[in-house]
C-alpha cells in the first residue's frame, strides 16, 4: 500500500473516531472511551510523523570523507535522495517524480566527474576501481530510468531501494578510502 493511501486511510479514521467522540459526550461527559480516544487522537499525527521521518536520510559527521567541497557534494545528493523519495512515495505525479530523478542523476554525474578529477589530479592509485563503481551505479540507474518509460511509477521502487543502500554505502566505504591520499596533497 502506497504512502498516499496510508495518509487517506489515517484522515478516514480521524474522522471516525472524532464522531465516536462526539456520540459519547452525548451520553455523558464522564464517558471514559470518548477520553481514550482523544488521547489516542492526539497521538495519531505524533505516531505518523514518526514513521514519515523515519524514512529521511540524515547527514551524520561520521559520513565526512575529510574534504570539504566533496562533503558538501554529499549532504546535496542525500537531499536530492530524500526529495526523489518523498516524490516517489506520496506519488506525487509522474512529471515529478521523474524530474526529482532527473535531478539526482545530474547531480550525481556531476559529483562523480569533480570527484574523479580530484583523484586524478593527484595520482590517486584506486582511481579506476573507484570510476568503475561510479558507472557501474549510473548504469544501474539509467537502466531504471528506462524501464519507467514502460512501466512508469513502480519501476521507482528498485531505484529508491538500490539508492538508499548504495550511495551510503559508497560515502561511508569507497569514498572514505581516499582521504589520507588527498589530505597528504593538500585537498582537504
Ligand atoms: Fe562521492
Ligand atoms: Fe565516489
Given amino acids: 500500500m502506497t504512502n498516499r493511501y496510508k495518509a487517506l486511510i489515517y484522515a478516514a479514521l480521524i ?3 472524532t464522531v465516536i467522540i462526539f ?10 472511551i470518548s477520553w481514550l480516544l482523544i488521547a489516542l487522537l492526539i497521538a495519531t499525527p505524533w505516531v505518523y510523523n514518526l514513521k514519515k521521518n523515519g524514512k529521511i536520510i540524515k547527514w551524520k559527521a561520521e559520513y565526512s570523507v575529510g574534504v570539504k567541497s566533496l562533503d558538501l557534494d554529499h549532504q546535496k545528493l542525500i537531499a536530492l535522495l530524500n526529495q526523489f523519495n518523498t516524490a516517489y512515495d506520496y506519488e506525487m505525479g509522474e512529471a515529478f ?6 535531478d539526482l542523476i545530474a547531480y550525481t554525474e556531476y559529483h562523480f566527474d569533480r570527484e ?3 583523484m586524478s589530479d593527484c595520482n590517486y592509485p584506486d582511481l579506476e576501481e573507484h570510476k568503475q563503481q561510479h558507472q557501474l551505479m549510473i548504469d544501474k540507474i539509467k537502466q531504471i530510468e528506462t524501464k519507467y518509460d514502460a512501466i512508469g511509477h513502480n519501476a521507482f521502487q528498485e531505484v529508491s531501494e538500490f539508492l ?5 554505502n559508497h560515502i561511508n566505504g569507497t569514498d572514505k578510502q581516499y582521504t589520507r591520499h588527498l589530505n597528504n596533497h593538500g585537498i582537504s
Avoid: A, R, T, V
Fill in 164 to 168: 538508499n543502500g548504495w550511495l551510503i
Fill in 116 to 118: 574523479e578529477q580530484m
Fill in 15 to 17: 474522522g471516525l473516531i
Fill in 23 to 32: 456520540l459519547g459526550f452525548l451520553i455523558g461527559f464522564d464517558n471514559k
Fill in 97 to 102: 517524480e521523474h524530474q526529482s530523478l532527473k
